[in-house]
């Protein structure tokens, strides 16, 4: 596609629930990057993928984040037993590799009540 | 491992004035510097950026240098509109199996 895809844009869950959090990259690109965004604060690195594997998963908060990329493209962010704490946005980006800039979605606002 | 210091925010200018927002590093090998913006309800994109020693990134007026000597990527606009109100984020990427690390970012606000 043009850019990079995330869906869904808005996600209402109940604590305890899990949610998957879908990244549509752009085409070619063979780096992917999710990020967390709270209200007021920076940008918290979560997962690298290069490729289908995951070099770096050092940001991931606790054992019920967990991410998989499949066919070097699209990628799921998945949260088991959702917290209040997991509310922000997470952002998915993409880059054709290492020193190269990243593209970024548009986010997905996920609210834990 | 790598890292990324902004200077602490926010920052509050009037039109037209003139804008540094600071920016260093700290780097294993050989980083690629950015600049990322975002505008208010916007997503983060790229506004400039430089891959090697003392080259200029410059983008809707910005600037900012690349300086391995003192590892600095500030980031500088001759006059400031009320349109560049955003955040502002400082990153870098260095070889292969390295994530894009960001700095905290820098709210600034430009009042007419």
């Known amino acids: 596609g043009a850019g990079v895809s995330q869906s869904p844009s808005n996600k209402v869950t109940e604590k305890g629930k899990d949610v998957e959090l879908r990244c549509d990259p752009i085409?070619?690109?063979?780096?992917l990057y999710w990020y967390r965004q709270s209200l007021g604060q920076g940008l918290e690195f979560l997962i690298y993928?290069?490729?289908?594997?995951?070099?770096?998963k050092s940001g991931l908060p606790s054992d019920r984040f967990s991410a998989e990329r499949t066919g070097g493209s699209v990628s799921t962010l998945t949260i088991q037993r959702t917290q209040q704490e997991d509310s922000a946005v997470y952002l998915c980006?993409?880059?054709?590799?290492?020193?190269?800039?990243?593209?970024f979605g548009q986010g997905t606002r996920l609210t834990v009540v | 491992g790598d890292s990324v210091t902004q200077m602490e925010g926010p920052v509050t200018l009037s039109e037209e004035a003139f804008l540094t927002i600071n920016c260093t590093y700290t780097?294993?090998?050989?980083?690629?510097l950015f600049w990322y913006v975002q505008y208010p309800g916007e997503g983060l994109q790229l506004l400039l950026k430089?891959?090697?020693?003392?080259d200029k990134g410059s983008n809707k007026g910005f600037e900012a240098t690349y300086r391995k000597e003192t590892t600095s990527f500030h980031l500088e606009k001759g006059s400031v509109q009320v349109s560049d109100s955003a955040v502002y984020f400082c990153?870098?990427?260095?070889?292969?199996?390295?994530?894009?690390?960001f700095g905290k970012g820098i709210t600034l606000s430009v009042r007419p």
């Open positions: 980006a993409s880059s054709f590799g290492a020193l190269t800039e990243a593209f």
């Open positions: 085409s070619g690109h063979t780096a």
């Open positions: 780097a294993t090998g050989y980083p690629s």
């Open positions: 993928f290069q490729g289908n594997s995951a070099p770096d």
């Open positions: 990153a870098l990427s260095t070889g292969a199996n390295s994530k894009l690390t």
């Open positions: 430089a891959t090697k020693a003392d």
